[in-house]
């Protein structure tokens, strides 16, 4: 079996559209997304898991109910499970985001903006 | 409540000993751990779950029975459950370690370098 490396640069080279998680790797029943975000998502939460943001490049806010964090490169966050969030990013952001397999990106909010699952970059 | 952005530059600022994972967020049963890392670790495995190295700052090598994966910053690296590994570093490296909570950084192996367990930072 051949080992490799996975570089989130070379894996945010292969794509370009924004709010549309990808995935780049997978441990036990969690995968780990990456995804270029900018502007306004929306409101939501997800019920059943905690999720957790570690920002790449460019600077990130998650705002919650009772406040907001800022994120800047080698900042994480881990947004606790049924706690809305709302992130948003005033240029584009390179975000990673780890969570169990199958967790939309809108969680309990669905909508428009639900992006498809299971894609790998 | 207060919410914060976690630093992994802060949290590397506040220890300095190698090979000894601090924990820095919890995902529900998942810990983030950083570590410093300098020469040779032991052959172990996990048999109960994959273990994902980040490399932060710095190179990792990851040996296994049937090759090696070379890291560098900004690169990620699962290891499968049950698979022999054998980290390694030629000068320090600074890594980040998702697994379980309460993974043994000695696996199977034990003995003499398992560092303590539950260490925040």
């Known amino acids: ?71 800047g490169p080698g900042e994480l966050f881990v947004v606790p499970r049924g706690t809305e969030h709302k992130p948003r990013a005033v240029r584009e952001c390179k975000l990673m985001l780890i969570e169990p397999v199958g967790t939309p990106n809108t969680g309990d909010a669905g909508g428009s903006r639900t992006a498809m699952q299971d894609v790998w970059v």
Chains 1, 2 share one sequence.
């Open 1 to 71: 079996m051949e080992h490799k490396a996975i570089s989130l640069e070379d894996k945010f080279g292969k794509f370009s559209d924004q709010w549309s998680p990808k995935i780049i790797a997978r441990m036990n029943d969690y995968e780990f997304k990456i995804a270029r975000v900018e502007g306004e998502f929306i409101w939501h939460s997800h019920p059943e898991t905690d999720e957790t943001f570690l920002v790449i490049e460019g600077n990130l806010i998650l705002e919650m109910r009772d406040g907001e964090v800022h994120l």
